[in-house]
């Protein structure tokens, strides 16, 4: 198996949620939320987080979904033509995961923390995609990209 700290991220429109793993890749943590200012900007913030953080790779998550008609543009779409453009700015390797019913699972963990309900969640959606992806890794139901 393989170490090192993943950062993940819950790209969103107005904020970008930061979770980060142990060395062993065991258990994910939230790390902030980042205000979207401009792309150079937010891709600095998590560059200076990574570097930081000592982090060895990024999981971005991507809101897939099989129900848009081909040929449209869907919110996947722009994850990923983000997930390029951050990709010009760090050489850490980047791998993807299907945020599917993050928001869901976040929300059940705010509410877990005791956190308001008008807090926003997006640093903990990044936390279930990341405790997501590394339990799958260890589960042997994906290979270890990064």
Request: net charge negative.
């Amino acid at each position: 198996m393989k170490r090192g700290k993943l950062i993940s991220i819950d790209h969103g429109i107005k904020r970008i949620g930061l979770a980060v793993c142990d060395e062993l890749r065991i258990v994910a943590r939230e790390l902030t939320i980042i205000e979207r200012r401009s792309r150079t900007e937010d891709f600095a913030q998590i560059n200076a987080l990574a570097e930081r953080e000592n982090a060895v790779g990024f999981i971005v998550g991507v809101p897939f979904d099989d129900s848009l008609p081909e040929g449209e543009h869907s919110r996947a779409d722009t994850v990923l033509l983000w997930t390029q453009r951050l990709a010009e700015t760090t050489d850490l390797p980047i791998d993807f995961w299907d945020e599917t019913n993050t928001s869901h699972d976040a929300q059940a963990l705010a509410k877990q923390k005791k956190r308001p309900i008008t807090a926003h969640i997006d640093d903990l959606a990044a936390r279930v995609i990341l405790q997501r992806y590394i339990d799958a890794v260890r589960d042997g139901l994906v290979e270890d990209a990064l």
